[in-house]
């Protein structure tokens, strides 16, 4: 398998043939990226709101959070499109483990996808924020 990098990375990275870092891509070029992915990895400690999260269960891609971050494990519990790992030393097990179990990866996926769906959409937000300046208009 190849780990690749999709955004900026700020560490430096081994060199290996099976790791590539594209850095910043199209948003085309994301969703094709994280739908083509066996697991979409979301490490950052500090969400207060994970878009990588949502776009990966958005297209049926397990995710895999930090489970140092409130907001991915909750995201995690309340979806059921992901797992988390505790610390870095538990990472490749974990890692190991989801990506061996394909059924398990399914039902991340059809979870995923179907929690995104029962989302607002991005319409009916801005016609809600419409309907409150309208009602502070009148």
Known sequence: GTLVFLGTVRTPLPSDPAIRCLGWVSD???CSGLAAADVSVVASPYESL???FLESAAVGTPVLAYGASPVLVGQCARMGAGVTFDDWSAFPRVLHELLGDSERRA??????RASVARLPSWNAIL???RGVIDGVRA
């Open 50 to 52: 994970s878009l990588a």
């Open 28 to 30: 085309d070029d994301k």
């Open 127 to 129: 016609d809600a924020y």
């Open 107 to 112: 039902a991340l996926s059809t979870n995923g």
